[in-house]
């Protein structure tokens, strides 16, 4: 081609490895998630439901690793040498994604059903893109959302990806101490939060699968439990604001929008309320449930201080501390 105007594209491989971390890991998202909408659509099975939500992020944490660290570094010679952090944040991400995938794909074999997609799937008699189910479209749209999920979480370790970045640290100065200082801070509140959720998950399973407890069939209040309704929710919250803050300050400032879209997520619209409403309609009778949760604290596992008064027929205020 003439100065490379009407000539070839390069190839489809060269142009996926040149794009940028944040399209990377919105292709590699969309693309393995769709895989599952065609497993699932497919077979209709639920056990792939988060084995292929939760490893859609390592792919893709891996993928913008790769990015940084072979092709960007091998496409223009450098005089520093290679960072770390984008392998770092690659291992951490990978660490909470196979934990809680196959503690949620080994805890779906019990429950043998997924509320999230059975709504999606057609029913007898129902015709394609007709009915409540409107199928395929709301499975495929449910897929999309996990895909937008995992890519606005990945939004810090994605722009830790992008080379160019890491030029102002060079040579010292504030902005490399900084970086020292969150990389620290971060990791150690990562391993805190992997360690709090482990553990309010297993107490939570102890709890439910102990044959030899009476109350198994109640709310969890042992442990963590014991001090808020989901410790396990704190944990994740946490676990996100610490990627940030290893990423920080590489990644930019308003990349921030990771931790905080995990919170409002939890608290707002697909944890707390879901299942505070299932809570109190399970055991809304039950003389000590008011009292657990007029004491306990909605997230933050320490002890409320909060005493119960008595009934107030109005179980759990929406005052809850974060």
């Not at 809680?100 to 999230?116: V, W």
């Not at 015709?127 to 995992?150: I, T």
């Not at 970086?179 to 509140?189: C, D, Q, Y």
């Not at 009778?285 to 119960?308: C, Q, R, W």
Request: proline share 6%; glycine share 8%; aromatic share 12%.
């Amino acid at each position: 081609g003439m100065g490379g105007m009407g000539g070839p594209p390069p190839p489809l491989g060269q142009q996926i490895a040149t794009m940028h971390p944040l399209q990377m890991s919105l292709a590699v998202s969309l693309a393995w998630n769709m895989l599952g909408f065609l497993l699932t659509a497919s077979t209709k099975t639920y056990a792939v439901t988060d084995l292929v939500g939760t490893s859609a992020f390592t792919l893709s944490a891996i993928a913008t690793a790769h990015s940084a660290l072979v092709t960007q570094w091998n496409m223009r010679p450098r005089k520093w040498d290679k960072p770390l952090r984008p392998a770092i944040l690659a291992a951490a991400v990978g660490l909470w994604a196979t934990r809680l995938g196959l503690y949620l794909t080994n805890r779906m074999q019990s429950i043998k059903s997924d509320k999230r997609i059975s709504k999606h799937f057609r029913r007898p008699g129902e015709v394609w893109l007709c009915g409540d189910s409107c199928y395929p479209l709301n499975l495929m749209a449910y897929w999309a959302r996990q895909a937008l999920w995992g890519w606005v979480c990945l939004l810090p370790v994605s722009m830790t990806a992008d080379l160019r970045n890491y030029k102002e640290l060079q040579g010292g100065g504030v902005k490399s101490m900084i970086s020292s200082v969150t990389l620290g801070v971060g990791l150690v509140g990562f391993t805190a939060g992997m360690y709090l959720e482990c553990l309010a998950d297993y107490q939570k399973f102890s709890f439910k699968t102990d044959r030899s407890n009476t109350k198994r069939w109640r709310w969890c209040d042992k442990g963590l439990w014991k001090y808020a309704r989901h410790p396990n929710y704190f944990a994740e919250v946490l676990i996100w604001a610490s990627i940030f803050l290893m990423a920080f300050p590489i990644a930019p400032i308003w990349t921030i929008v990771s931790p905080v879209f995990v919170w409002w997520l939890l608290r707002y619209k697909t944890g707390v309320p879901l299942l505070e409403a299932e809570m109190k309609k399970k055991y809304w009778s039950h003389p000590d449930f008011e009292k657990y949760m007029a004491e306990t604290n909605l997230m933050v596992p320490i002890p409320s201080g909060k005493k119960f008064t008595g009934s107030t027929y109005g179980i759990g205020s929406d005052m809850d501390d974060v």
